[in-house]
């Protein structure tokens, strides 16, 4: 099994510049998570979608949309990419909300 | 906010030696999850420890929970240059707060 899968691994955009994370994941979870992770800041929730057809905002949500197409994917969407989103965001997925979380291995994102 | 908060934030050791780690948090929770992430990677599940539990053990990990202190911590016994790592705590809240919140980590150096 693949896990959970992110693309790309890596990306570099210019301020202004939109673009789309993908995630999906084979394990048949119910619930998908979005992450950032910055240094001495931990990794912080920015969307989460605890099941099919729902999407919440986490404690970083400003500047990015989300999209659970389907029960396996769940993409994250910068409209206007900013210097401040740089960052190395995280997909998760779990198979009940809140419980033990599988990762990919990351986007490493830098806004010029 | 519930987020974890790990103490110390770095720690230093040498192989064969205990490591222990803190995670303090503020509101009620469901569950307390621990998780490892190796330098330029995607993090790893380590352990669960549920609210009503008290004390779990998995191999060399001993993690205990105090609800009433809102505290956990993490006991990997008989360390090995490969646990060198940060080491994450998650809490998860209660009902439809589920999320789960991460804190800023505590990066562990095992010298050999």
């Known amino acids: 099994n693949a896990g959970v899968t992110q693309t790309p691994k890596f990306q570099v955009l210019k301020t202004g510049q939109s673009m789309t994370l993908q995630c999906a994941q084979d394990?048949?979870?119910?619930?998908m998570y979005w992450y950032r992770q910055d240094p001495g800041m931990g990794l912080r929730l920015i969307y989460y979608?605890?099941?099919?057809?729902?999407?919440d905002k986490g404690e970083v949500p400003n500047g990015y949309n989300v999209s659970r197409l389907n029960k396996r994917e769940f993409s994250l969407r910068l409209e206007s990419a900013a210097p401040s989103q740089t960052s190395v965001y995280f997909c998760?997925?779990?198979?009940?909300?809140?419980?033990?979380?599988?990762f990919g291995s990351g986007t490493q994102l830098s806004v010029l | 906010s519930q987020q974890g908060e790990e103490d110390p934030q770095a720690l230093s050791i040498q192989e064969g030696e205990n490591a222990t780690m803190n995670c303090s948090y503020k509101?009620?929770?469901?569950?307390l999850q621990w998780y490892r992430q190796n330098s330029g990677r995607g993090l790893v599940h380590l352990i669960l420890?549920?609210?009503?539990?008290r004390e779990k053990h998995s191999g060399r990990l001993r993690v205990t929970l105090d609800t009433s202190k809102k505290s956990s911590s993490l006991l990997i016994t008989a360390s090995r240059a490969a646990d060198t790592a940060s080491y994450f705590c998650?809490?998860?809240?209660?009902?439809?707060?589920?999320?789960?919140?991460f804190g800023q980590g505590t990066t562990l150096q095992v010298k050999p």
């Open positions: 420890i549920r609210s009503n539990e």
């Open positions: 998650a809490t998860g809240g209660t009902g439809n707060t589920g999320k789960l919140i």
């Open positions: 394990m048949n979870h119910n619930s």
């Open positions: 979608s605890a099941s099919e057809g729902t999407t």
């Open positions: 509101t009620s929770i469901n569950n």
């Open positions: 998760a997925s779990s198979k009940g909300f809140g419980e033990k979380l599988f």
